[in-house]
């Protein structure tokens, strides 16, 4: 993140609740003009990670990332004459406030009003059309990743382009490839248009009727895929100063939150997760998990694993997969099983979690 870690002191002092420890804390000036040293901070140093103090109000935010980490949105579907599914949603983009740590705010622009968007998921196949209103201050635009039409593809100056204030686009394109994908806003500057909360996941389960069996694990109308835990996390991070670096970094917006919410696991039963990446400013974002191993599948384009057997892997901005793990094993007992990214960096500033095992 770089320059960011003192403007995260300042945040510390000027926002008491975020108890953030970087080494740029010790240099740090305070709001009362004394220069802070390492020690300073409630809850600095041994004895206990570093992590906010209270709770971001969901309830007013209509966002909780413990909703959304287990919403999948299938949209409207419909039969055309052909007898494709078609899929239908109508995604709305907002300027809206969201709280990110406790009682640090962010001047979001949202689709749907929450950051991430919400998870649009499908089957390979299937017809989609996203009907896209821009209730927004600025032009937008849908971009998925995909394969479609260049006219559908949602950036400025190609296509329908930019989306003005006011207007509406459809944007229609076939489900393909199987994976996990992203869509987000593509209008320029695309860094802000996308660090400012434009972005979300984008699902596309394999057909067994093409892939074979092994697709009946991914696809809802397939018993194989009944014991699968399905979560989504989208590693994100926001520039509250706008100085260019980032100062809050999660999974699914909040720092901290599954720290504060640990994730429910029922450790007889699989756990899939779609994880992407969106963080802005940092060329790479990570995953750890403690405790135990998981295979990835590299954009979730193939059915067999492209890492087997990991316990860290990295994105790139843009990047994304699936990880499949489990905790039958007689090795796994019942408890708090962390993950985070393994930039330590990140990590300190709210990109930590726990799964609950039961
Ligand atoms: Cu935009």
């Known amino acids: 993140m770089g320059a960011g870690g003192a403007a995260v002191a ?5 926002l008491p ?4 420890r970087t080494g740029a804390a010790s240099d740090a000036t305070s709001s009362a003009g004394m220069t802070m040293q390492e020690g300073d901070l409630p809850m600095e ?14 309830a007013r935010m ?3 990332p413990s909703v959304y980490l287990r919403t999948f949105d299938y949209g409207e579907p419909s039969a055309m004459a052909d007898g494709t599914t078609l899929r239908e949603w109508t995604i709305v983009a ?3 406030e969201i709280e990110i ?4 705010f962010f001047p979001a622009w949202t689709y749907n009003g929450q950051v991430p968007g919400p998870t649009l998921r499908c089957n390979e196949g299937d017809r989609l059309r996203i009907t896209f209103l821009n209730n927004g201050s600025h032009p937008h635009t849908m971009h998925f990743h995909g394969m479609h039409s260049t006219t559908m593809d949602g950036v400025t100056g190609i296509g329908r382009g930019e989306i003005q204030p006011g207007e509406v686009f459809v944007y229609d394109m076939p489900a393909r490839p199987f994976g996990v994908h992203l869509y987000h806003c593509h209008a320029s500057p695309i860094k802000r248009h996308i660090h400012k909360g434009l972005y979300g996941m984008f699902i596309v389960n394999p057909d067994p009727t093409r892939r074979g069996d092994l697709a009946k694990r991914r696809h809802p109308d397939h018993a194989e895929s009944g014991e699968w835990q399905e979560l989504v996390m ?4 926001f520039d509250t100063n706008f100085d260019g670096a980032n100062e809050v970094y999660a999974a699914n917006s909040v720092a901290f939150h599954y720290m504060k919410h640990p994730i429910e696991i029922d450790r007889t039963r699989p756990v899939r997760i779609y994880l992407g990446n969106i963080t802005e400013f940092d060329p790479i974002n990570s995953f750890h998990l403690h405790a135990n191993f998981f295979d990835y599948y590299d954009t979730g384009t193939q059915l067999e694993p492209t890492l087997k057997t990991v316990d860290t892997i990295m994105q790139a901005q843009g990047q994304r997969g699936i990880l499949e793990l489990r905790f039958d094993d007689p090795d796994h007992e019942p408890g708090l099983y962390m993950f985070h990214a393994h930039v330590s960096e990140f990590t300190e500033l709210g990109w930590m979690s726990v799964f609950d095992v039961r």
Do not use: E, F, I, Q
């Open 17 to 20: 609740l975020l108890l953030a």
């Open 45 to 58: 140093g041994h004895g206990g990670p570093s992590m906010t103090v209270g709770d971001v109000d969901t």
């Open 94 to 96: 907002l300027d809206k």
């Open 10 to 14: 300042g945040a510390a002092a000027s």
């Open 101 to 104: 740590a406790p009682g640090v």
């Open 62 to 64: 209509r966002y909780d």
């Open 234 to 237: 989208m590693m994100n991070a």
